[in-house]
């Protein structure tokens, strides 16, 4: 048995009910393509009367009263557009620790997606003067723009070299999933630090009892998604860096988040190839709170609020979410959709997992 004994020079009392000081939370993860764009902002403290729990629990001691919330455009430190944020109640908290069910949220409005030419500082006054500000430590120098996610060099056309080529040879029948690895060539957007490529795999399903081969009611259109590549470091976005999808890798996600349902007759229609980008500041709060293998692990707390604590980052989904989400309902028109090919494209998952019901 090992004793820890402190040295008696050493003083280990922190008092944690210390004289009350206001500290400011803020988190916003802004995503450049949007132009709506909403801000948590809330205060802590500990109270020596009251447990904190119990103070997490009111709503007047998380919110701010009177709180002012702009945001400010610039170039070389000067402001050529100022937007007022607005509080808005919003029903999302469920019932629990925090104070429910409103919570208050910060909103504003650009006139079009935030341009990454410019630079967008958060500054906040609270009731008692207080300025905070974010982000505190400078964009990254060596951006050809210092602005949030934006294009490459401009902010028109975004394509991506997706399997097998774009553009599509006039024969392309879709992607055989059951050949060899696919490869994608992603073109990095300016000011991205790192990013996620996720697969949306789409599949019909419908009764096999019910409907017979050529009939169309009764199908449903479902879908997986597939993280192929988490966490991607991006080391020059002037560097096209390809990514290899192998068919027995989906296949496998695919017998793992699809049930097993003995009535139902599957097929394989295509993927969705959805880029989610992070800039730097996400990035740095990504890889200090990673996890850890380490037996001790202490590591500092990242924020890159100045005059409080939290994280004010942006990010850029490609094709954007809200494409994503029209996609459910019918994927097949989107530039970042590929249909899988029939047949033998999907021999190996029909003979790996025949208990999914896959048919050619």
Known sequence: MFVLRLLPSCSTEIDVTADWKETTFVMALLRTDDQEHY???????????????????????????NLTVRVLKQRNNQTVETYLCESVDTALMEPGLFAHPDMLLYRFRSPGFLDS????????????????????????????????????????????????????????????????????????PLNAKTFDLTLRIFYDEWNRFTVSPGDTPGLALKYVDWVAYPGQQVENTAVVTPLFLRGNNLFAYMNSAIPTVD???????GTLFIFDFADQY???FLQINRPSSSLVDVRPTYTNVDNGLGLYAFRRSIPNRKEVESSVGYPYSSNFFRKALGGNGTDSLRIKYPQLNFVP
């Open 39 to 65: 801000i948590r902002i809330h205060k802590a403290f500990l109270d020596k009367e009251r447990d904190a729990f119990v103070i997490a629990s009111i709503q007047d001691s998380i919110y701010y009263k």
């Open 117 to 188: 030419s410019f630079t967008y500082t958060l500054q906040i006054t609270t009731p008692g003067g207080v300025v905070v500000t974010a982000p505190r430590e400078p964009y990254d120098v060596n951006a050809i723009y210092g602005g949030p996610i934006g294009g490459f060099g401009s902010e028109g056309v975004i394509s991506f070299a997706l399997p097998p080529n774009t553009p599509l040879p006039p024969n392309y029948n879709g992607i055989n999933w059951s050949a060899a690895p696919s490869q994608v060539k992603p073109r990095i």
């Open 263 to 269: 009535s139902v007759n599957r097929r394989l229609r």
């Open 282 to 284: 996400l990035n740095n």
